[in-house]
Nanobody, 126 residues
Framework: QVQLVESGGGLVQAGGSLRLSCAAS????????MGWFRQAPGKEREFVAA???????DYAVSVKGRFTISRDNAKNTLYLQMNSLKPEDTAVYYC????????????????????WGQGTQVTVSS
């Protein structure tokens, strides 16, 4: 079993920055596709960013140029650097893992990930 624990959320003003972390347990982190999703009240959980074991990354259009996803395999940790935050970024942010990607293609759907963290709240004030 894989366990994921997010941290780093908080309250920031518009234009500010936060770095989220996701600590992963298990032996498959280095060969997993890892993703960040977010969910605001009353809305569906949506894709934010993902990074594969082969180095591929992709981002939602709404965060491109502002967010950067990265991973440290030696520490089994996933990161999301969030800059130029906007009020519409306010949501609970979740990290997710898909250890079954043979070719390392990016996964965009929440249903393609097998493991999830509990989430961390990000609130951006205007």
């Amino acid at each position: 079993q894989v366990q994921l624990v997010e941290s780093g959320g908080g309250l920031v003003q518009a234009g500010g920055s936060l770095r989220l972390s996701c600590a992963a347990s298990g032996r498959t982190f280095s060969t997993s596709v890892m993703g960040w999703f977010r969910q605001a009240p009353g809305k569906e959980r949506e894709f934010v960013a993902a990074i594969s074991w082969n180095g591929r990354t992709d981002y939602a259009v709404s965060v491109k140029g502002r967010f950067t996803i990265s991973r440290d395999n030696a520490k089994n940790t996933l990161y999301l650097q969030m800059n130029s935050l906007k009020p519409e970024d306010t949501a609970v942010y979740y990290c997710a893992a898909d250890p079954g990607s043979r070719y390392g293609n990016i996964r965009y759907s929440r249903y393609q990930y097998d493991y999830w963290g509990q989430g961390t709240q990000v609130t951006v004030s205007s």
